[in-house]
Every structure is written in structure tokens, then in C-alpha cells.
């Protein structure tokens, strides 16, 4: 294809994308128009890609970090073959595809859904970090993002990752038109300050005086292509809503379609219809390793005293060993979370993401995208720092596996700035999610194996400190099971707990049937899905239910339970015990203790629940 053709294709992208957003009365055409010239040329001459087979493992990767300009996009589809001006004509309306920002549940060409600004960098180098490290099929990663979202911290934990990694088979491309939303960006249109930034990053660094000029923008693609040892990204100063007088680098019209769309049309040489032919990726095959052999988890003898930490890191290890498609990743406490277990038996399929936590699962966004199936693990108070990117992964579809440990009081003497307190509300909030809360060894064991082959988000809490293992490795721990671990026909109270606090409760139990009260004793280790069945056979049986937890009482174990009884039925008498104060440092016990969640405030409470259930 020629400039000038070049040229016209980008005026074409501009037309579309102006009639997609009229046609839906919203969208973004501005923020589509600006970046028309870098799309043109880089589908048109650059990109390899087979719209038909878009699982070839050698296709290069497109991105779209500033997901509001899907008009663009679309309307390269359309260029491309991919889907008709009958569907452009569909964007953002009810069952339509094209959603005002992308997302690969309803498209299969896109990676990664985008619009919460600052995340398509990030998975972009989760991407290359695969097609380097473990795909090897020479594919690219080319991520084009605006200027406002370089102001997102998360962009530049993405930049010092790619430039430490080295990875030279991603490209950014950023669209400096210099407004943002409500007016001008940081930086406005001043190359040079991002220029600086990218190259203390270690970045190539290829600065595009006019993005609208074809043939300058072919060369910075060029030299992208050429460039070893680095990643580059091509800084590029454009004009929002450029080629229609009206629009053109003015403030106020972010988000909104053109006044006059036919007049800008025309403006803008009216409709075309050139097609182009993406250049085909080479012949390349999926790269996955066999698995190694049957899985041999570790197993525990029951009355030892274990972490759960200890054996999730035992068991992902043995996982790695059986099944060559898990990866790992850990936020720089790989020693702490027992992620390092992997990494010394596997550290080809290991990541360290160091203190970068929405990098961390943007990277296991990125594997997971390639068909890995990650493992992501850190404290799980930081993955609160991450919550945003948890979101999107599951706006996405994607299948993630995440870890935290050293969750709730139980820590002890590290203080609140180091306790999980919000884990469990944070993960049971997102869309499609599954939170388990082993309290044994055995258990950890058993699911960690079970989540590698879940949907969708999957979140497992474990703790710093030793438990008895209470089950034998031969259990089995079905997602959305309980495990009733005390009960009899007399029993006049259910205690529900998980983790730390299961062995409070069982404790607990002891203490009242020594004084004559009966207490049924419920594992909640599925916390969502959550076992409804057995909760409400104990409500109906016992009367009573007593929820105990190491965690806020928002969002928790406790409102876990109380689903169980959203269908209308009478709900039972009902105490939720919860960390209510803001701890400080103590001894494990001090810290269950002070916070009422120990097995004396857990069977002071029982007494009185049952005392008031009994009374006249």
C-alpha cells in the first residue's frame, strides 16, 4: 500500500469511526481520530496477523490501552475483513460485539479488556514477557496508548519491568494529542518529557514530530522492528479530533460524537471502502511443554503441626513438576509466601515481579492470555493494590490464580500495615470469582492442584503461623463443600469457621461440651461458592449459627453465610464474631484474644447465643 493510500486509509478509520459513534449517539470519535495515521500504518505494513485463526502462536499482539478509542479499532476490523460496516454500525448497542470499550469475551482478536486507563501496558508486558521467555515464536506486542494514562503509576511500573527484562519484542506507541477528559494533559504535547522517563527506563526511545505524516511513522515502526535489547515506544504528536475544523485539538469534546456528523464526513473526504491485507504471521507451534507426570502432592501426618503457607509452596512446586503449562509469580516475598519453592525447582517459569503488585497480575493477565495458567502470590494485604487490575482480569475472562498469605491478626507482632483484613471481601466482590480458606496442610495441598483447572478468578488465603493437620491426605475438598467436623442430634449451636479460626472453634467446642452444650463444628474452607446446603441443614437442626473469622466483619465469612439464607426463608439466630478494631502489634495469641476470636471468646459467645435461644 502506498502513502497516499496510507493516507486514505486513515481518513477512512476517521470516517468510521466518526459514523460508529453517531450511529450510537456516544463513544469517542475524537480520541480515535487522532491516532488514525499510527493505525493505518501499522496494520497496513507492520502488524502480522491471520484474523481467521486468531490463536495462531505466531500471531503479533495488538493492545488497545486506551480501550475508549475502540471506534479505531473496530473500524480496522472492518478494513481488515474481520467484520462488516453492518456490525460497525452496531457499536454499543445491546448485543452488539462492539462494546464502548473491547473486551476478548465478545471479540476474539482482542487480548485483554481495556478502559480503566493504565492496565494495557502492563498486560502488554505480560504478554512479551511469554512470547520471550516461554512462546519463542517471534511474535510482537505492540500496545498503543494515549498520553493522559501515562500519568496511571501502573504505566511505569510496566516500563521498569520491560526495561529490566529486555524486552525488544514490544513496542508502545503513544498517541500525544495532548488533551485529556477536561483539558490538557500533564505534558501536553512536550516529547521530550516523556522521552526522559522512557529512557531512564532503559526504552528506545523514537520521538515522531507529526503522527498524521505516513511515511514518518512507517520509519519509527521501522526502527522499532530493528531495535535489540530494548523495548521501544514511539512517542508520536498528534491532533485530537484531527482532519475536521470543528474539532480539531479543541478542548470540551472528549467522549462525545461529532455535532454534525454528516458535515464532518464530507469534511473529511467521505466514505470509503479500502480494504487491507494483513500480513500473515509465520508458521509457528504452540510452544507447551509436556507434563512431566502424574502429580504427587505433598502430604501431611495427621497431629503435625504445618502452615498452610508452607504447603501451598510445596504443592505448587509439585504442580510445576506434573504440569508444564503452571507459571508462577511472586511480589518480592516469594521467601515468605513459599513461592520460592517454585522458583528454585522451575525458575524458567518463574516471575518476579518485585515490589509491583498490579504489575504482578498484569503480567499474569498477560501469560494467562497465551493459554498459562499463572499462580500469583504476595501478601495478602498488598494484593489490595492491586484490586483495580483483579477487576479488569475478570472483565477480561481471565483465568488467574491468586495467593495471599500472612492474612488476618493471626500474623501477630508485623501490626496492621501487614494484616489481610479486606482479602476476603475484595476477592468475593469480583465477577465469577472462587475464595478458599484452607485451615490444614492436606487441604491447602488439595486446593491448589483443584484450582488450576477453575474459571475465571481464583483467590486462596493462607496463613503465616503452624496448625495441626486435622485431615488426611486422602481428603477430597470439592469447590462450594464444607466439611462438618463435629456433630451429633443434640447439638444446640453451629460453629462456622475457616483457616485459623477453625481450630478456635474446634477448641471451643470442647470447651462447651465439658459444660454440656453440644456445638456442631462447620469448615466454611469454600467461602464462595459457599455451601448452602450444609449451612442450612445446620440452621434448621442446631437453631443457632456462630460465625468466627480473622478478617473485617464487612464482606467476609460471616456475610459468606448469611447467602445461604437469601431465598426467603426464616433466618437463624444469627452472631458474627470479627476483627472490629484496629490491631496492633501482639503475639498471635494476644492478637485472636483482643480481638474476640479465639476459642474463650468464641465459646462465651455459644453461651450466650444459646441462652437467649432457650429463654422464655
Same mark, same amino acid.
Given at each position: ?243 475536521? *475544523? $470543528? =474539532?480539531? &485539538?479543541?478542548? +470540551?469534546?472528549?467522549?462525545?460524537? %461529532?455535532?454534525? !456528523? ?5 469534511? #473529511? ?36 503441626? *504445618? $502452615? =498452610?503457607? &508452607?504447603?501451598? +509452596?510445596?504443592?505448587?512446586?509439585? %504442580?510445576?513438576? !506434573? ?5 508462577? #509469580? ?37 501469560? $494467562? ?248
Amino acid at each position: 500500500m502506498s502513502d497516499h493510500q496510507l493516507s486514505e486509509l486513515a481518513q477512512q478509520l476517521r470516517v468510521d469511526s466518526v459514523r460508529a459513534a453517531a450511529a450510537a449517539g456516544s463513544g469517542h470519535p475524537t480520541s480515535s481520530m487522532s491516532a488514525a495515521e499510527l493505525a493505518a500504518v501499522l496494520f497496513a505494513r507492520h502488524f502480522r496477523y491471520d484474523f481467521e485463526r486468531p490463536d495462531h502462536p505466531g500471531n503479533d499482539r495488538f493492545v488497545l490501552s486506551k480501550g475508549h478509542a475502540s471506534p479505531l479499532m473496530y473500524s480496522v476490523y472492518k478494513a481488515a475483513g474481520a467484520i462488516t460496516d453492518e456490525e460497525l454500525l452496531t457499536f454499543r448497542e445491546l448485543g452488539s460485539r462492539l462494546e464502548g470499550h473491547p473486551t476478548p469475551q465478545r471479540l476474539p482478536w482482542v487480548e485483554t479488556a481495556t478502559g480503566s486507563l493504565g492496565q494495557g501496558l502492563p498486560v502488554g508486558v505480560g504478554i512479551a514477557l511469554s512470547g520471550k521467555r516461554l512462546d519463542r515464536t517471534g511474535y510482537r506486542v505492540w500496545v498503543l496508548c494515549g498520553d493522559s494514562e501515562l500519568a496511571e503509576g501502573s504505566i511505569w511500573e510496566a516500563a521498569e519491568q520491560a526495561g529490566f527484562e529486555d524486552l525488544d519484542n514490544l513496542t508502545a506507541i503513544v498517541d500525544v494529542n495532548r488533551l485529556g477528559q477536561r483539558g490538557e494533559t500533564r505534558h501536553g504535547h512536550d516529547l521530550d518529557a516523556y522521552a526522559r522517563r522512557f529512557r531512564a527506563f532503559g526504552w528506545h526511545v523514537v520521538e515522531v514530530g507529526d503522527g498524521h505524516d505516513v511515511d514518518a511513522v512507517d520509519r519509527a515502526y521501522g526502527e522499532a522492528l530493528s531495535t535489540a535489547g530494548q523495548p521501544t515506544v514511539i512517542l508520536a504528536r498528534t491532533l485530537k479530533g484531527k482532519g475536521v *475544523a $470543528a =474539532t480539531e &485539538d479543541k478542548e +470540551g469534546l472528549h467522549g462525545k460524537p %461529532l455535532k454534525d !456528523a454528516d458535515e464532518a464526513i464530507e469534511e #473529511l473526504g467521505g466514505i470509503r471502502d479500502l480494504r487491507i491485507e494483513v500480513h500473515r504471521p509465520d508458521e509457528a507451534q504452540e510452544p507447551r511443554p509436556a507434563s512431566a507426570g502424574h502429580l504427587q502432592l505433598p502430604r501431611f501426618e495427621l497431629g503435625e503441626e *504445618a $502452615a =498452610t503457607r &508452607d504447603a501451598f +509452596g510445596q504443592a505448587l512446586a509439585a %504442580l510445576g513438576s !506434573a504440569r508444564g503449562d503452571v507459571v508462577a #509469580l511472586d511480589g518480592e516475598v516469594g521467601d515468605s509466601t513459599r513461592a520460592e519453592y517454585f522458583a528454585k525447582e522451575h525458575p524458567e517459569r518463574f516471575f518476579e515481579a518485585y515490589i509491583a503488585e498490579q504489575q504482578m497480575v498484569a503480567n499474569a493477565v498477560g501469560l $494467562a492470555s497465551r493459554g498459562w495458567v499463572p499462580y500469583a502470590s504476595t501478601f495478602a494485604a498488598f494484593l489490595t493494590r492491586a484490586h483495580d487490575f483483579v477487576r479488569m482480569a475478570a472483565v477480561s475472562g481471565a483465568g488467574l490464580n491468586l495467593v495471599g498469605s500472612h492474612a488476618g491478626v493471626a500474623i501477630g507482632q508485623d501490626g496492621p500495615s501487614q494484616m489481610g483484613l479486606e482479602d476476603l471481601a475484595m476477592l468475593r466482590s469480583v465477577h465469577g470469582s472462587t475464595v478458599l480458606y484452607p485451615c490444614d496442610a492436606n487441604q491447602t495441598a488439595k486446593l491448589v492442584a483443584t484450582m488450576a483447572d477453575l474459571d475465571g478468578i481464583r483467590y486462596l488465603r493462607t496463613s503465616r503461623g503452624k496448625n495441626k493437620v486435622i485431615y488426611g491426605p486422602d481428603e477430597e475438598f470439592p469447590v462450594g463443600g464444607a466439611k462438618v467436623l463435629r456433630s451429633s442430634d443434640s447439638d444446640r449451636i453451629t460453629l462456622v469457621a475457616a483457616g485459623v479460626t477453625l481450630h478456635e472453634a474446634l477448641a471451643a467446642a470442647d470447651a462447651l461440651e465439658g459444660e454440656g452444650i453440644r456445638a456442631r463444628v462447620i469448615d466454611l474452607y469454600s467461602v464462595k461458592p459457599v455451601d448452602r446446603d450444609t449451612l442450612r441443614e445446620a440452621a434448621e437442626q442446631t437453631g443457632c449459627l456462630l460465625t468466627v473469622e480473622d478478617h473485617h466483619e464487612e464482606g467476609g465469612l460471616g456475610d459468606a453465610v448469611l447467602d445461604a439464607f437469601t431465598d426467603g426463608r426464616p433466618v437463624p439466630r444469627l452472631v458474627r464474631l470479627a476483627v472490629r478494631t484496629m490491631p496492633g502489634s501482639a503475639s498471635p495469641e494476644e492478637q485472636l484474644h483482643a480481638a474476640g476470636i479465639d476459642a474463650g471468646s468464641i465459646a462465651a459467645a455459644a453461651r450466650l447465643l444459646v441462652e437467649h435461644a432457650v429463654a422464655p
